[in-house]
């Protein structure tokens, strides 16, 4: 990987880049890191590419069974396969989460400051949104755990964590 490869992304239809086109702007807004993709995630598309046919697909069996392996490896997680929900991206897990998890008029937390997305789920569904801001103690952005308790209520379902945290690490 050359990560001093500069990569011109302006017109095309980029996300971070357009944001603030015409501007005097360094967009470090966004988790879009402009390197290229490994030689062989490429070849891996390539080859899908080539055969032409791109239709509608499933997760495969083998990622499937990675994932278990993972957490039970890490974590000693026993789980079921059919317990894997596949997401198209976060911001869709996110909104899934909070229509699935309680009732309208029900409590969800997250830390702030926090990718944008996360501020905005809740409210999709007509939750409340209760912000913890995390604390920077001499460089390292912590969870305040008693006014995270302080902000939870008999209403709070559901958890909304950043993790590795955006933008703090």
């Not at 005097?24 to 879009?32: E, N, Q």
């Not at 059919?82 to 989460?97: F, R, S």
């Not at 604390?135 to 709070?156: H, P």
Request: glycine share 8%.
């Amino acid at each position: 990987m050359n990560f001093d490869e500069a990569i011109d992304r302006k017109n095309t239809s980029s996300l971070k880049w357009d944001k603030f086109k015409g501007k005097d702007v360094l967009p470090l807004w966004v988790a879009d890191m402009d390197f290229r993709a490994s030689d062989e995630i490429v070849k891996v598309l390539h080859d899908r590419i080539d055969h032409g046919v791109m239709g509608y697909t499933n997760v495969p069996e083998e990622l499937i069974q990675i994932v278990q392996d993972r957490l039970q490896e890490l974590y000693n997680w026993k789980t079921e396969p059919e317990w894997q929900v596949w997401m198209p991206g976060m911001v869709c897990g996110l909104n899934v989460a909070c229509r699935a998890i309680g009732e309208e008029g029900d409590d969800v937390i997250t830390g702030t400051p926090v990718y944008p997305p996360f501020l905005s789920a809740p409210g999709n569904f007509n939750r409340r949104l209760n912000r913890v801001p995390l604390v920077n103690n001499d460089g390292i952005w912590r969870y305040d755990l008693e006014l995270f308790k302080k902000k939870m209520t008999a209403k709070t379902g559901l958890f909304l964590l950043c993790n590795p945290h955006n933008p703090v690490g």
